[in-house]
């Protein structure tokens, strides 16, 4: 059974950083692209970032570009999202998620993890 | 960016209707569509994807259909667990973005 289990959401200031975190079981994780997803409270769904199977290429949303980097390490089946200069609009619960094959449709999903940027 | 826009917003039935909810790009996306299905508290549900093709598991009162700039989610025969919120999401190029979600309720 694929599972994938998030972890590190937290509540954090203006301007901090945080790391999230994303272990996967059941598949052959090095097999797969990977990707974040988030949800603001009450909203809808932005996609946030992806990366390679072999995690060399990644691709993110502008509105992250330059303060989120997503990384991973296949030897653990993890899949990272560093996260710094923290606002309050990324105050959301964060998904993570596997790509179907080669393509952009997400076929299983964490459960979530919580980010809560506040004073 | 392309923008997906979702009709309704918000929909009202009774179990063992049938409802369509349409989803808009702003330009051809050919069928590079998928439809999740979420519930309060869980994440997204893949129900179906490339416009069309069923997910393995997933009902087969669920059906997709369009290509290009507008595409349908149908739902035949209403069951009570199937009143949760739908997005329709392309994956045409990057940033991969998702409609607004259309809420269904039960009347």
């Known amino acids: 059974e694929v599972q994938l289990v998030e972890s590190g959401g937290d509540l954090v200031q203006p301007g901090g950083s945080l790391r999230l975190s994303c272990v996967g079981s059941?598949?052959?994780?090095?097999?797969?692209?990977m990707t974040w997803i988030r949800q603001a409270p009450g909203k809808g769904l932005e996609w946030v970032a992806s990366?390679?199977?072999?995690?060399?290429?990644?691709r993110y949303v502008d509105s992250v570009k330059g303060r989120f980097a997503v990384s991973r390490d296949n030897t653990k089946d993890s899949l990272f999202l560093q996260m710094s200069s923290l606002r309050v609009e990324d105050t959301a619960v964060y998904y993570c998620?596997?790509?179907?094959?080669?393509?952009?449709?997400?076929?299983?999903w964490g459960q979530g993890t919580l980010v809560t940027v506040s004073s | 960016d392309i923008q997906l826009t979702q009709s309704p917003s918000f929909l009202t039935a009774s179990v063992g209707d049938r409802v369509a909810i349409t989803c808009r790009a702003s330009?051809?996306?050919?069928?590079?569509l998928a439809w999740y299905q979420q519930k309060p508290g869980t994440a997204p549900k893949l129900l179906i994807h490339?416009?069309?093709t069923l997910q393995s598991g997933v009902p087969s009162r669920f059906s997709g259909s369009g290509s290009g700039t507008e595409f349908t989610l149908t739902i035949s025969y209403l069951q009570p667990e199937d009143f949760a919120t739908y997005y329709c999401?392309?994956?045409?190029?990057?940033?991969?973005?998702f409609g607004q979600g259309t809420r269904l309720e039960i009347k």
């Open positions: 059941g598949f052959t994780f090095s097999n797969h692209w």
């Open positions: 330009q051809d996306i050919r069928d590079y």
């Open positions: 990366i390679t199977p072999g995690g060399t290429e990644m």
């Open positions: 490339t416009a069309s």
């Open positions: 999401q392309h994956r045409h190029s990057y940033p991969i973005t």
């Open positions: 998620a596997r790509l179907a094959g080669t393509t952009s449709i997400f076929d299983y």
